[in-house]
């Protein structure tokens, strides 16, 4: 692609329509299928450090933290995830299962990723980011594909695919993807027990029903083992949690269908609706849990006469838990069946065609925790020219209650009280949580200054409210399980508030007609405040020092040949204070060689510049470093 061509490629994450990049009022970046091809990544997670403003840490050889603009953890639970609009947020936890998203990187056609709120759209939970990975049409992957490779880090792994087409009307594409990845080294060079084993298979398939309907099928079934560090308390009168190593397993599968009935290139209607189904045995967390979710979606699109783009929506999820807990920690009640009802509306006014745009939306949701809530967004871009533009946008956005907020039980440790009594100290859920609170307001510039450049620039100011806090609870007796014993509890309370403001900076510079650059710069500062009645005095150092206030990257691609090509993505971390994790810079590089039009061989080698670095600490878990890696690849298309 040219640079122009980058600058205008359609996106649909920001309004539910198609739009061009370059007249987006969001933050926006698309990692393209063309970057997917060029990056050494074998996964979703590793893909997302080349967008500036997206914290990628990982945790261990299987989990990641992943956030946008900052409050970065396990379960960023402010960062909402889709897969081709189907919602990935897990209500139990916040957040997403990254594990669940090991598609054949083959298959994406786009990540589109917005840093910012997309509430006003997406709905509760897209509070700071999010994030669409769209999946290739089957009419796209006709034909067989073979992909196989190894290396010290990434054992073995391999994708099977066919597409082809079923009369004239159909095209399908079904495909097998297995991996076995080792372990991670721990801060004393010990094996870390966190191996990954996962096998997937799933299928697509496109349909043309008449001149103006479509209908889209697709599926996925996966099982994983993945190695874990889990902690237990053994006994209500154990001092404290101990920790081993253990083997957790997750399974699960999803189907979604999408029918569109087009009117005409100006009016479309689209239904969708989906089903998904997982367990995980999860010892990390030491609860089992299955889980049942149901999604249906209705969206209606109109261009009223040349000045107006119209859309609006109704949606509806039931989601049925059935957990397991123990001693250590579990869910009360352990069974909950949650709905949600939502519905959006968004009008796209040209105040001056082709230069003047006002964007107004606002999604209305009722949840079982909190009832309903509103998130409004007025947007507005401004394009003088064709070669750059300025935009502006104030938008609202919440996080509602998840399980783990309103009804989780933890055990921690006891300590004798008076008279030999046990004093158990506990985290208990607060069934009266309320949602946390943004309100956003961001500003930003783009610009193509020649055909071999153009830059990208996003600031915000974020004012945040209600947010979590873990607070002392009145102590009670507990007679079960025995023996008798006090319970010290502290639960959550919404008594944080506070801002953030950052910046971020991406250009695409083409250097020759073989050579490009990718620099990449991002910056954030929080700060937050308790309420006068909270005795919270952890929450705001943790919030504040949890992520890096520095994030840079520079990413090359040189042709070397017509066959040959050469790619290196150098990553500046900065540090993290408040779990003492220091800054880093890792180097990944990949050399591709096309052997004709159908094989491509491929040499990747990833964290080159130190063997073995600290991204992320867990609270509560034993760290483990990323190591330096090798593999090589072969991949066949006939």
């Not at 989990?63 to 960062?79: K, V």
């Not at 669409?132 to 067989?144: F, M, P, V, W």
């Not at 966190?194 to 697709?218: I, N």
């Not at 009640?333 to 006002?358: C, G, W």
């Amino acid at each position: 692609m040219n640079i122009e061509d980058l600058m205008n490629i359609k996106v649909t994450s920001v309004s539910k329509t198609e739009q061009k990049l370059s007249r987006t009022a969001a933050a926006i970046s698309v990692i393209t299928e063309e970057d997917i091809r060029r990056s050494s990544a074998t996964n979703i997670p590793d893909l997302l450090r080349m967008v500036p403003g997206v914290d990628v840490a990982q945790i261990d050889a299987n989990t990641w933290a992943i956030s946008a603009r900052g409050l970065n953890d396990e379960f960023s639970n402010e960062l909402l995830v889709l897969l081709d609009g189907r919602n990935m947020y897990t209500p139990t936890f916040g957040g997403v299962l990254w594990g669940q998203l090991d598609l054949p990187l083959e298959n994406i056609e786009r990540i589109e990723v917005i840093r910012g709120p997309g509430g006003s759209i997406w709905g509760a939970n897209a509070v700071n980011g999010v994030i669409n990975i769209i999946t290739k049409e089957a009419s796209e992957t006709r034909g067989g594909l073979l992909v196989s490779g190894g290396g010290n880090l990434n054992q073995g792994f391999g994708t099977a695919q066919f597409g082809g087409g079923l009369g004239n009307d159909t095209n399908f594409r079904v495909y097998a993807k297995y991996f076995n990845q080792d372990h991670s080294p721990d801060v004393s060079g010990q094996n870390a027990g966190d191996g990954w084993h996962s096998l997937r298979g799933g299928f697509r398939t496109d349909s043309t029903l008449s001149e103006k309907d479509s209908l889209m099928l697709q599926g996925d079934l996966f099982t994983e083992k993945e190695g874990e560090t889990a902690v237990f308390l053994p006994a209500i009168t154990s001092p404290g949690l101990v920790t081993i190593h253990a083997e957790a397993g997750e399974s699960g599968g999803f189907l979604q269908s999408v029918w569109k009935h087009t009117y005409s290139k100006r009016s479309d209607t689209t239904l969708s609706a989906s089903y998904s189904v997982y367990k995980s045995d999860d010892v990390l967390n030491s609860f089992v849990e299955g889980r049942k979710t149901f999604n249906l979606d209705f969206q209606d699109h109109a261009a009223w006469g040349e000045r107006q783009d119209f859309v609006w929506g109704l949606g509806y999820q039931y989601s049925a838990s059935r957990s397991q807990g123990n001693i250590t920690v579990g869910l009360n009640p352990a069974n909950l069946n949650t709905q949600v009802f939502s519905s959006f509306i968004q009008d796209e006014i040209a105040l001056i065609p082709e230069r003047f745009y006002l964007t107004v939306g606002a999604k209305l949701e009722h949840n079982y925790y909190t009832g309903f809530s509103a998130m409004p967004s007025v947007r507005v871009t401004v394009s003088p020219s064709a070669r750059y533009s300025v935009w502006a946008a104030i938008s609202r956005a919440e996080r509602t209650p998840v399980s783990t907020d309103t009804a989780i039980r933890k055990n921690f440790g006891s300590t004798p009280g008076p008279g030999g009594t046990p004093v158990l100290s506990s985290l208990i859920g607060n069934p009266q949580f309320k949602n946390e609170d943004l309100i956003a307001y961001e500003l930003g510039y783009r610009a193509t200054v020649s055909k071999r450049l153009s830059i990208d620039l996003a600031a915000y100011y974020n004012d945040y409210d209600h947010q979590q806090t873990i607070e002392s609870s009145p102590e009670f007796l507990e007679t079960t399980p025995a023996p008798v014993h006090l319970v010290m509890p502290v639960t959550y309370q919404n008594l944080m508030h506070g801002e953030a403001h950052g910046f971020e900076i991406t250009a695409k510079w083409k250097v020759t007609e073989r050579w490009t650059l990718s620099p990449g710069y991002d910056f954030e500062r929080f700060h937050m405040h308790v309420g006068p009645t909270s005795q919270d005095i952890g929450t705001v150092i943790d919030t504040e020092g949890s992520d890096p206030h520095v994030h840079a990257s520079l990413r090359s691609h040189v042709d070397l040949s017509t066959t040959l090509a050469w790619d290196a993505s150098a990553y500046f971390v900065d540090r993290v204070t408040f779990q003492a994790v220091p800054s880093y810079t890792r180097l990944d590089t990949q050399l591709s060689w096309k052997c004709g039009e159908r094989l491509t061989l491929s040499l990747a080698g990833r964290n080159l510049l130190r063997d073995r670095h600290l991204e992320f600490v867990e609270t509560g878990n034993d760290p483990t470093l990323v190591k330096r890696s090798a593999y090589a690849k072969v991949m066949w298309s006939f």
